[in-house]
């Protein structure tokens, strides 16, 4: 590994594997995501893909293996402190505060990374970022699906991260909704912020990533660019007719 | 949702009516003012919650009295009006009702308290404000107060008769087992103390939880020892399993001695024969004492309570409070506390009733009266077995060197101080 | 730490803020001696219930404990008290019974918290605790219970615990009752500016989704020690100004259905809403109060069924209930919108 290469991986992932009990959830599984990259993780239903993601979040603790992030590896750091350093997700049922309203919810999120003073201002940069700024201040519970998981891409926003972490972000929404959150995605990405996402749709996938990791009963199953990996037969069988 | 505000909006209704009814109805009060025409009596007792058993007996009682004392005159001429308030088995309650009683109602004295918990809850305010209260109720002694007056049976009644009637008829040899806090600790302190001035030998002691209703291995360790004499100081429901195990697996022929069962909580009616056999139980009344006294008084209360499952030892305490009290007021002329408590430490209030004759002890605030061994039979009759008469409750006075008359410390003490 | 700009919007829970703090101010000049001195008695109580409401109705930890921590109050500030044998001294009696409600709290919600237990099993540990403790205080009777010449007196109880003094000065009825208003008010207030803060949304974050508040970066587990340590400090003065009042303390304060009798009115009042809370267990006791005194056997089972009909019906709680529907029939009345119907902030 030449040094140029390090300084450009953002988020590394070393030999990790997960067990439940005796269930293999994950295995020796190497990820290494550069700085600025859209990637996409796809796979089958039950391959992992959740599982990687609360792992790289600290939400589950490693089995084995390392994480590294920023250059440090953060395998036993908690997930709060994680939080912190500039990592962020939305999960894929959306983690909004229902109750509440819209500029609470953003409230909460923002508490931790802007000061009591700029506090409101953030709250209103945000919103307008997603695009949410013509709705008023209704509670979260009338929200649209579509609009609850806009919010919570902005309540992810709020800690201003390094790398962003979309589980499933198309998920249930008709193809209006898909395709605003495809152009948010790029815009982000464009603004320099690196993203690592799940999908299953692969047409929002070829819309927005550049590349492309396949995950298998836990295990990496191929890696490539957009183009490499829907051309490739053997990921093609094992999705069966998604591609 | 609207069907559902409906709803609640008229159980809240409901509720709220109840609530008005509860409060205007029942009889039991009349609005508190100061009236000096009549003589306030408040009584302070739980007639719910866990001490409802033997709480309702003794509002009974005091129910009775005041109605017999009004008939026939009332106090000084003056008719006795009665207070209750329900205490809930709960300490917090009764330091709301002692204040409102003192303060609000101004009541010329207290009659009530079951637990010593609870007595000891109220005494402070009852002593701060110089009120009166009479404490009629089976205790573990040792309250020297100026505002105090116990007429109910302590240590000095119950447990050196019980265990000098024990040892002298069936051997020295004595097993304790007792409940676990202030009143199984310090009765078996008691006992133990008793054991040996009769010449008896502890042969095994057990301090057994509140909760607790399994007794194999207590029942085990005392068929080990072998006693002569099984002393049970077992209080509450789930400690009452006891003599059912015990009438299965004990030993057969070595007696139970008791000086909270029957009398109190009449468990000879309530549980199934023959659980109860050989329990010998020393008491200040119970219902099956067959005098004259006794047996009218019982007329008169079920003439009045034609519904009462027992009329037990606490009961007659709380009635012959009342004409205690009476018989004080009488002897003062006035109901002002201070000439009262003169009254009551002259040594000469006393009451000929169901129990016999009682009488104040000047110097402890104690009573001085009979005190009657009854034996349980297999049927759940019982048999008086020995009278012991005016037993003076004399350990304040002769052990701890207290007569209220010169100085009152206002404490309560124990064999252990 | 620095509020967000306080918008005091005319909603009806203010308004009653308010009439309920000038009501408290000016009781003493409207009632007896004895009713003075009871209300003071009924204000532990709702300090007592403000505790639950922070950590339950604010962050979500259902507790059975809080009469645990009351109970540590009481006792220590009557043993310490008794012990110091000088009233000038009580208020040091007052400050170390809080300390030791708070530092046990802490004790426990560490080992909780940060062993990572949570909801049902905070409230069974919490229950475990308070039975324990009261089970070990009722069975100390025996003279080897002493700490120093002050007996713990096992079912009994402590007597005669001096009431507070300043300095010289006798806190007497009506001089207490306004020491515990104040105290209560001091509190209340506290937690209802706390409602609108940055750290207040932290506790509303760790209240709705704990998991979720993680991945925003806020150290859940610290956050919930903290808050347990002062929801058990404010118990321990309900339970300090409880023993000071009645000179007298006894497990039976402190024990399981102490415990549960003050969750259940914070929940039929409104638990996330201090002023809810406050009102509803001061009315419970006020109607407790009455129903005992009237001398009726069914106070009991009118009481019980109060509190069933309310959890019943009105789960959120009955005052909180009322006070949405005093708004929302205000506002149809006056043809505003609120901010969540797409109208302006107020």
């Known amino acids: 590994m030449s040094s140029e290469t390090n300084e450009k991986v953002l988020l590394e992932l070393i030999k990790v594997s997960k067990q439940f009990g005796g269930i293999q959830a994950v295995e020796d599984f190497d990820l290494k995501i550069q700085k600025g990259d859209l990637h996409c993780l796809i796979g089958p239903n039950g391959a992992g893909k959740t599982t990687v993601f609360k792992l790289i979040t600290g939400q589950y603790p490693v089995s084995s293996g390392r994480i590294k992030f920023k250059g440090k590896d953060i395998t036993s750091m908690s997930a709060s402190k994680r939080a912190r350093i500039g990592m962020s997700i939305k999960m894929q049922v959306p983690g909004v505060f229902e109750e509440l309203t819209l500029r609470e919810n953003i409230r909460i999120a923002a508490g931790n990374y802007t000061n009591a003073a700029d506090l409101d201002a953030e709250t209103e940069r945000l919103i307008k970022l997603v695009k949410l700024d013509t709705i008023g201040n209704p509670p979260v519970r009338n929200m649209s699906h579509g609009q609850q998981q806009w919010l919570e891409i902005a309540m992810a926003l709020s800690s201003n991260p390094e790398i962003l972490l979309l589980d499933e972000p198309a998920a249930g929404m008709g193809p209006e909704e898909t395709a605003f959150t495809a152009d948010l995605v790029n815009e982000l990405n464009a603004q320099g912020l690196t993203i690592l996402f799940i999908e299953h749709d692969m047409d929002f996938v070829k819309q927005i990533a550049r590349n492309v990791t396949v995950l298998h009963y836990g295990k990496k199953f191929a890696e490539g660019t957009v183009e490499e990996i829907s051309n490739n037969p053997a990921v093609k069988q094992i999705y069966l007719g998604n591609v | ?254 007696p139970m001695a008791s000086t909270v069962n029957i009398a109190q909580g009449y468990e000879h009616l309530r549980f199934n024969p023959p659980a109860l056999e050989n329990m010998y139980v020393t008491a200040t009344y119970v219902e099956e004492l067959d005098t004259p006294a006794s047996n009218d008084f019982k007329d008169r209360w079920h003439a009045m309570f034609p519904d009462e499952p027992y009329i037990g030892m606490e009961a007659e305490a709380e009635y012959t409070g009342v004409y205690l009290y009476k018989a004080a007021v009488e002897k003062a002329g006035t109901t002002d506390v201070e000439a009262v408590i003169d009254a009551l430490e002259s040594g000469e209030i006393s009451f000929d009733g169901p129990a016999g004759t009682v009488t104040i002890d000047g110097a402890t605030h104690h ?51 | 730490m620095r509020k967000t700009k306080m918008q005091f919007s005319l909603g009806s829970e203010n308004i009653i803020t308010v009439l309920l ?31 639950i409401s922070f950590i339950w109705g604010y962050t979500g930890i259902f507790s059975f404990g809080q009469a645990a921590f009351f109970g540590i109050g009481g006792y220590t500030y009557g043993i310490l008290s008794k012990l110091f044998d000088n009233n000038a001294l009580t208020p040091v009696a007052l400050v170390a019974g809080v300390a030791l409600a708070a530092a046990v709290a802490a004790i426990l919600a560490w080992f909780m918290f940060y062993g990572g237990i949570n909801d049902v099993f905070v409230g069974l540990i919490t229950m475990c605790f308070t039975i324990a403790l009261s089970t070990f205080l009722g069975q100390t009777a025996g003279s080897e219970w002493k ?200």
Request: charged share 15%.
């Open chain 3, 147 to 346: 700490i120093g010449d002050v007996s713990l007196g096992g079912f009994n109880g402590i007597t005669k615990i001096p009431t507070l003094y300043f300095g010289s000065y006798k806190c007497d009825k009506v001089t207490f009752y306004y020491v515990t208003f104040l105290i209560l008010a001091a509190i209340y207030i506290a937690l209802l500016l706390l409602k609108k803060t940055k750290a207040g949304y932290s506790l509303l974050a760790i209240r709705e989704n704990r998991t979720r508040s993680e991945l925003f970066g806020y150290n859940v587990p610290k956050i919930q020690v903290i808050v347990f340590t002062i929801g058990g400090a404010i118990a321990g003065i309900a339970g300090v100004l409880y023993a000071a009042w009645g000179n007298y303390i006894t497990p039976s304060n402190l024990d399981l259905s102490a415990s549960t009798l003050v969750v259940v009115l914070v929940a039929a009042g409104g638990r996330k809403n201090p002023t809810a809370a406050l009102i509803f267990t001061i009315a419970y006791s006020i109607i407790a109060n009455t129903l005992s005194s009237s001398g009726s056997q069914y106070a009991l089972v009118i009481l019980g069924l109060i509190l069933i009909l309310v959890i019943l019906f009105v789960p959120n709680g009955i005052i909180t209930a009322a006070f949405d529907g005093i708004d929302s029939a205000w506002r149809k009345f006056t043809g505003k919108k609120t901010e969540s119907e797409g109208g302006e902030t107020a």
């Open chain 2, 367 to 417: 009573a001085i009266r009979n005190v009657y061994l009854f034996k349980c039979n297999a049927d759940h009759s019982l048999t008086l077995e020995e009278t012991w008469e005016a037993v003076k409750p004399d350990w304040l006075s002769s052990v701890m060197g207290i007569d209220l008359r010169v100085e009152a410390p206002n404490e309560q003490y124990t064999p252990l101080d």
């Open chain 2, 1 to 254: 949702m609207r069907w559902k505000k409906l709803m609640a909006a008229s159980a809240m209704l409901i509720a709220a009516a109840l609530t008005f009814t509860a409060c205007g109805s029942t009889g039991a009060n009349e609005s508190g003012s100061s009236d000096s025409d009549t003589i306030k009596i408040a009584v302070l007792e739980d007639t719910s919650g866990d001490n409802s058993l033997v709480g309702v007996q003794k509002y009974h009682g005091a129910q009775l009295a005041i109605e017999e004392i009004n008939e026939s005159g009332g106090i000084l001429g003056k008719q006795v009006e009665m207070i209750f308030s329900d205490c809930q088995s709960n300490n917090n309650v009764y330091q709301e009702m002692a204040n409102k009683v003192i303060l609000e109602d101004q009541v010329d004295v207290i009659m009530g308290c079951y637990t010593s918990a609870s007595r000891e809850a109220i005494r402070p305010i009852v002593e701060e404000n110089n009120a009166l209260l009479f404490y009629n109720n089976q205790y573990e002694g040792g309250v020297a107060s100026h505002n105090v007056f116990c007429t109910g049976a302590v240590p000095e009644h119950q447990i050196t008769t019980l265990m000098e009637g024990m040892i002298k008829e069936y051997g020295p040899k004595v097993y304790i087992i007792a409940a676990d806090y202030n009143f199984g600790q310090i009765s078996a302190m008691w006992v133990e103390q008793e054991i040996q001035n009769n010449g008896g030998e502890l042969v095994g002691e057990e301090f057994i939880p509140l909760e607790v209703s399994q007794f194999s291995s207590t029942i085990a360790n005392i068929q080990a020892a072998q006693p002569d004499v099984l002393v049970t100081l077992l209080v509450g429901t789930a400690q009452s399993s006891f003599y059912e195990q015990w009438g299965t697996s004990g030993i057969e022929g070595c």
């Open chain 3, 21 to 51: 703090l000038v009501a408290g101010a000016i009781l003493p000049f409207f009632l007896s001696t004895y009713r003075v001195s009871i209300f003071s008695y009924f204000f532990t109580s709702a300090i007592l219930g403000l505790s």
